[in-house]
């Protein structure tokens, strides 16, 4: 949530520095990410000034230059060379003196130094209005009022906006917070509760519909007497029809007639573009200030396009299409909330974005504004379904304040009468047939205590609760009951309440004990998190990076049949995000993808998360990973080495190493058919599957616009957990009695892989075979058509003695027999 500083103080008793303002905020849980300037003018036009034209000259050496001598308010005028056609003697102008910073629209920040320019002496500049931003022409240099003193700073004269901006972290229950007023209301009831008074109160502004009737405070605004309400014309009135009541409890209209569409006046456009919203038009901008002002969106429809003279609301047949204002046609669910025309015809998504026939143009004169409460499950829904984010739907989902409906319909009213030339033209339309009750809570200051840790007095938990809008309805020397605002639609229970005092008196003021009693806890074995802990060092060490990727997703990454077992979201977040993952490889390539667009192309990841599938219907599975992803260059290249690429055998290396880490023995490495990778294989022990890893497939690269190897493993980190010991493993003692080595080069069909060879010799069970390894592999058509010739080395040890050759031949043996019985091995000698 965007605030403005200046904009946030015009609702406020009391004007706080913006660093004060700014903790205040953060304590009352309002938290405060970051606190900027803004500036209408880049540099607020900062030590330029007025200045007079005294003499124009024609450069003796450039045809397009003049001298002038300036009179800048100083002992002496300054001497000037300047390039603008328009100079002339008498003018005042805006002048740069040596040492002042200008801000051109385009291009650097530019510094005044003394400059001889064709051999003239120059000190300073006469600007044109693009060279210091105060707007696009650069016909000539800027020619000001006669009546203006030379030596007066220029920003006393056109005053530039300066603002300080806070971004606040908003936690999505705090729709009250998402307005300047909602923000200034929170302030007050700090304010009230640190002074221990109930005298500070939001500032209402001078429009504001409060204490007396719309069309009083409509004469109030009104600059001329032909705007008095009591005068107008009874124009055709819009009859308003709400069909769907439970989707719009309330609906409020007002016609606006005479309205010229025009631009916004500066202050507007200011306000508007400190929060980063673009200004479009003045009735625009109006509707736009007054969702930043109150939390409450509005919309206005050109009159021209309520046929029937009827506006209905209601839900329109399943795949009816709608053009909204984007230009975009949306086939329409029918479970969407629309506004409609007399005739049936959609104008505006309730509640999200309007249509493209209805909204303001250039040519509108006359408005039906529309200002009501939709409810959220549904704006949320539509929103989500149709990939529209708006402003509107940010807020209606979260829940509007109903009982504001028709206050900022008026105000917003207000204001279109005085900036853009509009008539009221007929009265305020309120369709709310069932008005909704307040929330009402009970609780105990005993339960406060608790729940809080603070014993506040009961006094400071009732101002706080009166100075936020809460209604006491009663209360006892136990407790209270009180009436909920619509403002805060997310307070429904005690913990609210204690929330709400908690976080207005401070989350920093609550005590700490100064002593905690706990039970000491007993880890189990093996400890999840420091296994988890080592292996994530081991991978660090090595040079990969930890990643951490959202575990919400894109359905549309998945196949139909996937699709069947995806956990899909009740409430996503976005149209891209709208699934629980199923592997761990999408969200992967995702960081993978972003590191390579940004030309960060050798990544070694690695992460640690969840997946999640649906067994049946309430029936959910989910399991924990490990997955590595490897892309680009092993080590980089330098004077030593050239750069060679990852590759299955590196991949599998490290997946082998974190085994041996945790001190899990492979007993299979088997080829398989994985999805989404090619060159796959299946890791075992004792039989069960412990992790896959393999290429990742060039259709599944090119998803993600992938265009280089990507290799991928996924350790199945549930499994890896159960096949660990349970008791810790510290040390194992240094072997006191030699190794023995001996190699064998064995003949074998080409067919024949490592793998085979290493579970024939597993076979032998030998409890001195320590180590197979491949250390050679040769072809040659002199070994035979098809064959090919595996150098293997075999360790043996015991612990208990010295090996001779005796023990290690008879093994030996048994290893020949072996590879030619089960293999069809020759023996190379």
């Not at 209402?204 to 069309?215: N, R």
């Amino acid at each position: 949530m965007t605030i403005s500083y200046n904009w946030l103080c015009e609702y406020l008793p009391v004007k706080p520095a913006p660093e004060q303002l700014s903790t205040i905020l953060t304590s009352i849980g309002l938290e405060v990410e970051s606190l900027e300037a803004f500036e209408s003018v880049k540099g607020s036009l900062e030590g330029l000034v007025i200045g007079e034209v005294l003499h124009v000259e024609k450069h003796p050496n450039a045809d397009k230059l003049r001298i002038t001598q300036v009179n800048i308010g100083g002992a002496e005028p300054l001497g000037i060379v300047c390039g603008a056609p328009n100079v002339a003697v008498g003018q005042k102008v805006v002048v740069a003196p040596i040492g002042t910073t200008i801000y051109p629209l385009s291009g650097e920040p530019l510094t005044m130094k003394k400059a001889k320019i064709r051999g003239e002496e120059s000190n300073g500049m006469i600007c044109a209005e693009d060279e210091i931003g105060l707007g696009t022409s650069h016909d000539g240099i800027l020619v000001l009022d006669p009546s203006l003193v030379p030596g007066t700073p220029a920003r006393e004269v056109f005053k530039p906006v300066q603002d300080m901006i806070f971004e606040i972290g908003l936690t999505p229950n705090r729709m009250d917070a998402m307005s300047h007023m909602g923000v200034a209301r929170d302030v007050c009831a700090w304010l009230n509760n640190h002074e221990n008074t109930d005298k500070h109160k939001i500032v209402l502004p001078a429009a504001w519909p409060e204490g007396a009737s719309f069309t009083n405070k409509l004469a109030e605004v009104a600059a001329a007497p032909a705007r008095d309400l009591a005068t107008f014309p009874a124009p055709a009135h819009i009859m308003v029809e709400v069909e769907n009541q439970a989707d719009c409890p309330r609906y409020s209209g007002v016609l606006i007639s005479g309205i010229k569409v025009a631009d916004s006046p500066e202050w507007l456009k200011n306000r508007l573009l400190a929060i980063g919203v673009r200004p479009i038009n003045n009735i625009v901008d109006i509707t736009n200030f007054v969702l930043h002002e109150t939390g409450q969106p509005l919309h206005a429809f050109d009159v021209a396009a309520i046929k029937g003279g009827k506006v209905v609301v209601k839900n329109l047949p399943q795949g009816t299409a709608f053009v909204t204002l984007d230009d975009k046609e949306r086939k329409l669910d029918a479970r969407d909330l629309m506004i409609c025309n007399g005739e049936g015809e959609g104008m505006c998504i309730a509640g999200v974005f309007g249509g493209v026939k209805s909204g303001v143009s250039a040519t509108t004169t006359d408005i039906f504004l529309e200002s009501a409460w939709f409810a959220p499950g549904t704006v949320r829904a539509t929103s989500v379904r149709h990939g529209l984010r708006t402003d509107a739907a940010t807020r209606f989902e979260k829940g509007v304040d109903i009982s504001n409906v028709v206050n900022v319909l008026e105000r917003a009213a207000a204001l279109i009468a005085e900036l853009g030339g509009g008539q009221i033209a007929s009265p305020v339309t309120d369709v709310y047939p069932q008005p909704k009750a307040k929330t009402e809570v009970a609780f105990t200051y005993a339960y406060v205590h608790r729940l809080s840790g603070n014993n506040y007095p009961v006094d400071k938990i009732l101002n706080i609760l009166t100075s936020l809008g809460f209604e006491v309805l009663s209360k006892d020397d136990a407790g209270a009951r009180v009436a909920v605002p619509f403002s805060k639609p997310d307070i429904s229970i005690p913990a609210d309440i204690v929330e709400e005092v908690m976080r207005i008196d401070g989350l920093d003021n609550i005590l700490i004990p100064p002593a905690i009693t706990i039970a000491p806890s007993v880890q189990a074995q093996p400890d999840k998190e420091r296994i988890r802990e080592k292996v994530g060092s081991y991978l660090a060490a090595n040079g990969f990076m930890e990643i951490f990727t959202n575990s919400i997703t894109n359905s549309q990454y998945y196949d139909a049949t996937t699709q069947e077992t995806l956990v899909k979201m009740l409430n996503n977040l976005s149209v891209e995000l709208d699934t629980m993952r199923p592997s761990m490889l999408e969200t992967g390539l995702e960081s993978v993808a972003y590191n390579l667009n940004r030309k960060n192309e050798n990544l070694l990841f690695f992460e640690t998360g969840k997946t999640y599938k649906q067994i049946a219907v309430g029936n959910y599975e989910e399991k924990e990973h490990l997955a590595l992803y490897l892309t680009g260059d092993k080590l980089p290249e330098n004077w030593m080495h050239k750069s060679q690429k990852v590759d299955f055998y590196f991949l599998k290396g490290f997946v082998l190493n974190v085994f041996r880490q945790l001190g899990v023995e492979l007993s299979q490495i088997v080829e398989a058919t994985v999805p989404h990778l090619q060159q796959a294989f299946e890791l075992k022990v004792k039989n069960k599957v412990i992790g896959v890893m393999g290429s990742v497939s060039p259709q599944r690269l090119k998803t993600f616009d992938i265009k280089q190897p990507v290799w991928y493993a996924d350790i199945y980190w549930d499994v890896v957990l159960g096949s660990l010991q349970k008791a810790d493993r510290f040390y194992v003692e240094i072997p006191k009695f030699p190794a023995i080595r001996r190699d064998l080069a064995l003949v074998l069909d080409k067919s024949v892989k490592f793998a085979a060879v290493e579970e024939a010799a597993k076979g032998v069970k030998s409890s001195l075979l320590q180590q197979v390894n491949l250390f050679d592999v040769f072809e040659s058509e002199k070994l035979g058509a098809n064959k090919k010739s595996y150098a293997i080395s075999f360790t043996f040890q015991d612990p208990q003695k010295t090996l001779t050759d005796k023990d290690v031949d008879g093994v030996m043996n048994k290893l020949v027999k072996a590879f030619e019985s089960q293999l069809q091995a020759e023996i190379r000698k």
